[in-house]
């Protein structure tokens, strides 16, 4: 690709420090598009990275960047996604033509079935589009206490007086221990919603490659020293990002989920950040959209586009989802957690859970 000047290269953002530079300084700039994030999904999953760069020739300088994973399998053929196991990645390009960059990485991948892109707003008009989710984001810009009386007064307000009353206390893990405890919680979650738990591997990635560099956090509530919430939370210059939530579905009345987002936005006041996004929902799950907006956060489309169309399983809707889940609630927590193991460990079939 030669457009006024550019071109379009494949470089590796862990030895080419323009990438992560570029990321650093572009306003729309996300961990998600940080070369750390590109070594959590690979080590995590196998993914052949494919990071796409558009350079000004004359300068040496980088203009526009496309992460992107090459996923796929002799059943599903072969797939770019920026990215998968990320809610959204829309892709940095200054107001460039997105659409030439598609054709362009379309020749150059040939027997290439589709390319998923994940934005964070409307999509592209000429790209093949589905809207099943939103994400929340909360300013936070007000401070604590002002973001406080904004909080919806009984389900919010009163639950966190609740957990305070009733003895919860919040503190930041400090040692993997911590995130074996956190993923007990994750996997009864993912149990009560009928899906598999991720696999450990994500988790321990994370812990090693991001928390070093200061962009993991993973507070925890405990209730009588033992853990009953936690969420894994990506932080990236002033965004904090919500993700992966989960906690002891007996002690929901105690209120400690919502003590865990309380004491999270004091954090992240204090540390100066100036968004709080919520992680996304599906638009079918109304009461988790309720649940956020009851904090005060804006819901924000998400839209995957297509190009030039997809071909995937469908594992989110239809008869052999809805019994592969009633199977799932009834499976030891083990055997469940040896399923995500095989399911996040096939080409076919990863990415269509997330």
Same mark, same amino acid.
């Not at 991001?210 to 009588?224: A, F, N, Q, T």
């Not at 988790?288 to 989110?316: D, H």
């Given at each position: 690709?030669?457009?006024?000047?550019?071109?379009?290269?494949?470089?590796?953002?862990?030895?080419?420090?323009?990438?992560?530079?570029?990321?650093?300084?572009?306003?729309?700039?996300?961990?998600?598009?940080?070369?750390?994030?590109?070594?959590?999904?690979?080590?995590?999953?196998?993914?052949?990275?494919?990071?796409?760069?558009?350079?000004?020739?004359?300068?040496? /300088?980088?203009? *526009?960047?496309?992460? #992107?994973?090459?996923?796929?399998?002799?059943?599903?053929?072969? +797939? !770019?996604? %920026?990215?998968?196991?990320?809610?959204?990645?829309?892709?940095?390009?200054?107001?460039?033509?997105?659409?030439?960059?598609?054709?362009?990485?379309?020749? /150059?991948?040939? *027997?290439?079935?589709? #390319?998923?892109?994940?934005?964070?707003?409307?999509?592209?008009? +000429? !790209?093949? %589009?589905?809207?099943?989710?939103?994400?929340?984001?909360?300013?936070?810009?007000?401070?604590?206490?002002?973001?406080?009386?904004?909080?919806?007064?009984?389900?919010?307000?009163?639950?966190?007086?609740?957990?305070?009353?009733?003895?919860?206390?919040?503190?930041?893990?400090?040692?993997?221990?911590?995130?074996?405890?956190?993923?007990?919680?994750?996997?009864?979650?993912?149990?009560?919603?009928?899906?598999?738990?991720?696999?450990?591997?994500?988790?321990?990635?994370?812990?090693?490659?991001?928390?070093?560099?200061?962009?993991?956090?993973?507070?925890?509530?405990?209730?009588?020293?033992?853990?009953?919430?936690?969420?894994?939370?990506?932080?990236?210059?002033?965004?904090?990002?919500?993700?992966?939530?989960?906690?002891?579905?007996?002690?929901?009345?105690?209120?400690?989920?919502?003590?865990?987002?309380?004491?999270?936005?004091?954090?992240?006041?204090?540390?100066?950040?100036?968004?709080?996004?919520?992680?996304?929902?599906?638009?079918?799950?109304?009461?988790?959209?309720?649940?956020?907006?009851?904090?005060?956060?804006?819901?924000?489309?998400?839209?995957?586009?297509?190009?030039?169309?997809?071909?995937?399983?469908?594992?989110?809707?239809?008869?052999?989802?809805?019994?592969?889940?009633?199977?799932?609630?009834?499976?030891?927590?083990?055997?469940?957690?040896?399923?995500?193991?095989?399911?996040?460990?096939?080409?076919?079939?990863?990415?269509?859970?997330?």
């Amino acid at each position: 690709m030669n457009h006024t000047g550019l071109n379009l290269q494949i470089v590796d953002p862990e030895t080419d420090q323009r990438w992560d530079d570029y990321v650093q300084t572009h306003p729309k700039g996300l961990i998600y598009h940080h070369s750390a994030w590109r070594r959590v999904l690979e080590s995590s999953f196998g993914y052949q990275p494919y990071y796409a760069a558009l350079q000004d020739s004359s300068r040496g /300088q980088f203009q *526009g960047v496309l992460p #992107l994973m090459m996923a796929g399998s002799k059943i599903s053929g072969r +797939r !770019l996604i %920026s990215l998968p196991f990320t809610s959204h990645c829309t892709p940095l390009l200054d107001g460039l033509d997105l659409e030439e960059l598609v054709d362009c990485l379309g020749r /150059q991948c040939p *027997g290439l079935g589709y #390319l998923e892109l994940r934005f964070l707003g409307p999509a592209q008009p +000429r !790209l093949e %589009s589905r809207k099943d989710y939103v994400t929340h984001t909360l300013e936070l810009g007000p401070g604590p206490e002002r973001l406080f009386k904004k909080f919806h007064p009984t389900s919010i307000r009163q639950r966190i007086k609740r957990a305070e009353r009733n003895g919860l206390k919040f503190r930041l893990a400090e040692t993997e221990n911590d995130l074996k405890e956190f993923f007990k919680l994750h996997i009864d979650v993912r149990k009560k919603h009928g899906l598999p738990p991720h696999r450990y591997a994500f988790f321990s990635n994370m812990w090693r490659i991001l928390k070093p560099k200061g962009m993991l956090l993973l507070p925890i509530v405990e209730h009588d020293g033992r853990a009953v919430a936690g969420a894994v939370i990506l932080r990236f210059r002033d965004t904090f990002i919500y993700e992966y939530g989960a906690s002891d579905q007996a002690k929901l009345h105690l209120g400690p989920n919502q003590l865990l987002i309380w004491e999270v936005i004091k954090l992240a006041c204090c540390q100066g950040a100036r968004v709080l996004d919520l992680g996304r929902s599906a638009i079918t799950h109304l009461s988790l959209i309720e649940f956020k907006t009851r904090w005060g956060a804006m819901t924000k489309q998400l839209t995957y586009c297509f190009y030039p169309k997809a071909r995937r399983f469908n594992t989110r809707d239809g008869l052999a989802r809805s019994m592969l889940g009633a199977i799932n609630r009834w499976l030891p927590n083990r055997v469940l957690q040896l399923e995500g193991e095989l399911i996040y460990g096939h080409p076919a079939l990863r990415t269509s859970f997330f």
